[in-house]
């Protein structure tokens, strides 16, 4: 094992991969040369060279249809919309295009691309630089979407979401760039599909997802010292769901649990709390209870960590439904 | 750069012409008898630029089609029953009859990219030309769409990227004047969209769209302008069409008159004249490829009609592999 920090556990997923297979190309804003505005591409430049680390126009649409091109014949582009606040401009070629053109041709081609791209809160840098929009991909069928959230999670999901035949959105969360975990020195794949069980625990479970599974282990450990055991499970593919690991967390603990940056409506809770009132409807004592952020925009500026659910608000609603 | 069309290029490019046009009239034909579910967008009377733009490909090159235009896709070699049969929805269409007429495919041929979101292809098409650009073996995109596919932001984006990056692309504009109901004036204040091309520091031509002979030769150069590595090219084909956005389309927005002047240059019988004064076809020859096209089209009527639909179950396959 060796400790990699999240940023470079990307980096060393997009190196092996490319050494791996010489059709995997990456192209983006200030991807190339630049080393990518978080440095995450930092070095593959320099090893693989321009054609295949390629700098691109400020031009998400086309961004992504050279995503949708390209992979149509037969390469495998990996691309990077350097905010997901910015992936609104390229909607039309994310689920118009990219989600069905193996659909609507007959299955003759597939489009083995991956949409990398920065969400989430943690820069503080306002309504356009903040959002978690995932809710967009995850209803859309022919996506996979896929949020991990440690270096080991990332690194492993990263390279399966490159040798998978399907548009996947890889959403990477820029509070968690500087966050260390062990990662194997040896090579190692993360099926896509497949929830993590982060913490086991009888009284009840969370669903977190991204920065959150953090503070609901965080939340976690607090809990212990009162003698309430949280199951923390982080699902890490929101779209395909594995929802038997979250079905059989519940039937184990009764109470649930999901917090998620992203607004409520129609999030990754709503779709976690429908499945589990169709599914799981007996395993419940309590109401299922979801933490979100508030429904409006993120403003600029340090208020931002208030608008996030933290590990108070996750100790305070595990105590609230296991009363 | 002067391009010398030999015989077997003029011909083949009569051939697909006297196809195309007899194929959208049959396709109307049957439009009108409700033999046709869903629509069709004609493209009789444009026919011209389709064929001369794909007789300049070659077969690993790719296409990203213009909605309106059959003719490129006949002139590129596609499967006469397997498009009809896509047209018609049945399940051995080129598509398994998911697409329909608005977005053809034949990714086996290079034809890839063409939906229902006009101008959406564009980008599309200057990805297939990055793969081309990676994999080193000179192939080329051709990448058509209509006046009205300009005014997207997505047009923008992808020539100039696709300037930027100096890809192996061809950007084929056909101008009918019209996108939908609208008039081009009210797409652009500009008249003539190859000047675009200056502001992205491309060459920008000009070609009369319903002359063949000329659009092959301003796409052969351009073509071999990609080939060799010098970058893409704006070609505006300048045409009309004849019949209304779709079948059943009032036209209420344009003259009568305009029209007729219009059919009265029809591209089939000034190219069929143009062949016999070179004395490349006769009468003969004429009567043989109206014949060949006569008898292609009702194979391929006959083999649709008689396709089954899809079922409901294999309609939910193919969204994932």
């Not at chain 2, 009265?264 to 004064?277: A, F, G, R, S, T």
Request: proline residues 5%; glycine residues 10%.
């Amino acid at each position: 094992m060796k400790s990699l920090n999240f940023r470079w556990a990307i980096n060393e997923a997009l190196r092996e991969e490319m050494e791996r297979d010489e059709r995997v190309f990456i192209a983006g804003e200030d991807v190339g040369k630049p080393g990518g505005p978080f440095g995450i591409t930092k070095g593959l430049w320099e090893k693989f060279g321009e054609q295949r680390v390629k700098d691109t126009p400020l031009s998400e649409e086309a961004i992504i249809g050279l995503a949708v091109g390209a992979a149509a014949a037969g390469y495998r582009p990996v691309v990077e919309i350097m905010f997901m606040d910015f992936i609104t401009i390229a909607m039309d070629q994310i689920c118009n295009q990219a989600a069905k053109m193996r659909y609507l041709y007959g299955g003759k081609i597939s489009l083995p691309l991956v949409i990398r791209t920065l969400f989430g809160t943690g820069l503080r840098a306002g309504g356009h630089h903040s959002q978690s929009l995932e809710s967009w991909f995850i209803h859309t069928p022919g996506l996979k979407v896929v949020m991990p959230s440690t270096p080991y999670d990332a690194k492993g999901l990263l390279k399966s979401a490159i040798r998978d035949d399907n548009p996947v959105i890889f959403l990477e969360h820029k509070g968690l760039l500087r966050i260390k975990g062990d990662v194997p020195e040896e090579e190692f794949l993360i099926p896509l599909g497949v929830a993590d069980v982060k913490r086991t625990g009888k009284h009840a479970t969370v669903v977190a997802t991204g920065k959150l599974v953090h503070t609901a282990l965080g939340a976690a450990e607090q809990l212990a010292r009162d003698g309430i055991e949280l199951e923390v499970i982080d699902p890490r593919t929101l779209s395909p769901l594995d929802k038997e690991t979250i079905l059989n967390s519940v039937r184990k603990t009764n109470h649930l649990i999901i917090a998620h940056e992203g607004t409520k409506p129609c999030g990754i809770g709503a779709e976690i709390s429908a499945v589990v009132a169709e599914e799981g409807l007996d395993f419940l004592d309590a109401p299922i209870k979801r933490l979100a952020s508030p429904f409006m925009p993120i403003p600029f500026g340090p208020l931002e960590d208030a608008l996030v659910p933290g590990e108070n608000d996750i100790i305070e609603a595990v105590k609230e439904i296991l009363k | 750069m002067k391009i010398n069309l030999s015989k077997k290029v003029l011909i083949n490019m009569y051939h697909n012409l006297v196809l195309s046009r007899r194929y959208e009239e049959k396709l109307i034909e049957l439009f009108s008898q409700g033999k046709i579910s869903g629509w069709i967008h004609s493209g009789i009377g444009q026919e011209a630029t389709g064929v001369a733009i794909s007789e300049c490909l070659h077969k690993e090159d790719y296409l990203v089609p213009y909605f309106r235009s059959r003719s490129s896709l006949i002139a590129k070699g596609m499967n006469l029953s397997e498009l009809t049969a896509e047209i018609f929805g049945k399940k051995t269409g080129c598509c398994k009859g998911r697409s329909g007429e608005g977005h053809v495919a034949e990714p086996a041929l290079g034809m890839i990219g063409a939906g229902g979101v006009i101008g959406s292809s564009i980008p599309i098409g200057v990805g297939l030309a990055y793969a081309a650009s990676l994999e080193g073996k000179n192939r080329v995109v051709a990448c058509c769409f209509g006046d009205g596919a300009t005014s997207r932001g997505s047009f923008h984006e992808a020539i100039n990227m696709a300037s930027a990056m100096n890809l192996p692309i061809v950007f084929v504009c056909e101008n009918n004047l019209y996108a939908e109901f609208s008039n081009i004036t009210i797409q652009m204040k500009i008249k003539d969209i190859f000047r675009r091309a200056e502001a992205y520091g491309i060459p920008g031509v000009m070609v009369d769209g319903c002359d063949p002979i000329a659009v092959y030769e301003t796409m052969a150069d351009s073509v071999e302008r990609a080939r060799k590595g010098e970058g893409p090219t704006l070609i505006e084909a300048k045409s009309y069409r004849w019949r209304g956005h779709f079948e059943g389309d009032p036209c209420e927005y344009r003259s009568k008159a305009e029209v007729e002047n219009w059919i009265k240059k029809d591209p089939l019988i000034l190219y069929q004249n143009k062949l016999k004064e070179m004395r490349i076809i006769n009468s003969k020859k004429i009567d043989e490829a109206e014949r060949q096209a006569r008898d292609a089209i009702e194979k391929a009527i006959q083999f649709a009609f008689q396709s089954p639909f899809p079922t409901l179950e294999e309609i939910k396959e193919d969204v994932y592999t």
